[in-house]
């Protein structure tokens, strides 16, 4: 009887040391936030002054990577990074990237990168296109490389299912396809693409918008998946597009604000588990986000779990338009926010056009 029970608790230590990290995410804190000079104050671009609107952020062990949504001037492309630290980091100036394909792409939205770290990705949003033209190509891609030391010397290609393409148009039309609806049987006609996620064989396209065109649409925290592999060093997407978790999240939380769409997914391949950020713009309530997990069984049955602040058991709260996250250390998340062109405040400080806003979240 004495060995059954060491063994059964021995067993029950087995179990528990097996059990995934999300179940540990009992509450959060954000223990600092701050603004990014993402460029020289007063920057112009075609005769205006240009602001940051960063979407995107990647730490791909080495370099904090962000993406503005917003095109640069003169040969510098709207991607750039920082050698990471904990300490002075964005006391230095970025470093631009100048690869064609980065800066010919347009409005990013979200990076990822693959569990074994070896592979990158940056999504934009695949919110528009002009009939009969390829003028807007450009805002339709997904595109990866291979994570090198020397971020200036990646070589960024496009995926798509039809050869010769620049962009990833024959993406979007497949993507189209899988949201099509009754009221659109032929294809969704307008979406927007801000999360994105990937994991060893999958990629996940969390859909913010759709609808009929950009003015009249609903909003959405919706995902899609499709299988991929790579091979003789390019991506190979599937063409087995599915809808994962399409989630009601007024119903979900009723008491938080309304309404709140997705604007960022990421894969944690530590925990096994998505991150998922939601967010709201309002001119009458302001901007805010909140920050859910989830494994991939509780997205395929339209389940999130929402963070909780760790001090006061409610919600986690950011009061910016968070669009992307990436993990920094084991227990810490780097939250970018695109708060568009307002004139957000951390503490006493004003935002100026040349920044974006961040946060640090411990958990």
């Not at 809808?243 to 604007?263: G, N, Q, W």
């Not at 096994?272 to 009458?284: G, N, P, R, Y």
């Amino acid at each position: 009887m004495k060995k059954l029970t060491l063994y059964a608790l021995g067993l029950l230590a087995f179990v528990s040391c097996q059990r995934p990290a999300s179940r540990s995410i009992t509450g959060a804190s954000i223990i600092k936030e701050g603004f990014i000079d993402c460029f020289q104050a007063g920057l112009q671009a075609s005769g205006r002054e240009l602001w940051c609107e960063a979407s995107a952020v990647l730490y791909d062990g080495q370099n904090l990577t962000l993406a503005n949504d917003k095109d640069m001037p003169n040969n510098d492309a709207a991607v750039f990074y920082w050698a990471y630290s904990e300490t002075d980091m964005f006391a230095h100036n970025p470093t631009y990237l100048t690869q064609n394909l980065l800066k010919t792409s347009q409005k990013y939205e979200d990076f990822a990168l693959a569990p074994n770290r070896s592979l990158a990705f940056l999504s934009t949003g695949f919110d528009r296109v002009k009939e009969g033209s390829n003028e807007w190509d450009g805002y339709n891609a997904l595109l990866y490389w291979k994570v090198g030391a020397d971020p200036k010397n990646i070589q960024p290609k496009a995926a798509h299912l039809v050869a010769g393409e620049k962009f990833s148009m024959s993406l979007r039309t497949a993507l189209s396809k899988a949201l099509r609806s009754t009221d659109f049987p032929d294809g969704m006609p307008y979406f927007k693409v801000e999360g994105f996620a990937a994991t060893n064989d999958k990629l996940y396209f969390g859909i913010r918008e759709e609808g009929k065109k950009y003015d009249d649409f609903k909003y959405k925290a919706k995902i899609l998946t499709v299988s991929y592999r790579f091979a003789n060093d390019s991506l190979m997407v599937s063409n087995n597009f599915d809808t994962l978790a399409d989630i009601d999240i007024a119903s979900l939380e009723p008491s938080l604000p309304k309404p709140l769409a997705l604007s960022c997914i990421e894969y944690d391949a530590k925990r096994q588990i998505f991150w998922v950020l939601t967010s709201m713009e309002s001119e009458t309530q302001g901007n805010s986000a909140y920050l859910w997990w989830a494994t991939e069984a509780d997205l395929k049955a339209n389940k999130l779990t929402l963070v909780k602040d760790r001090t006061s058991g409610q919600p986690l709260k950011f009061t910016h338009k968070a669009e992307d996250l990436t993990p920094v250390g084991s227990n810490t998340l780097f939250v970018i926010h695109d708060d568009d062109r307002n004139r957000s405040k951390i503490g006493d400080q004003t935002r100026q056009p040349h920044q974006a806003a961040y946060s640090i979240v411990a958990f």
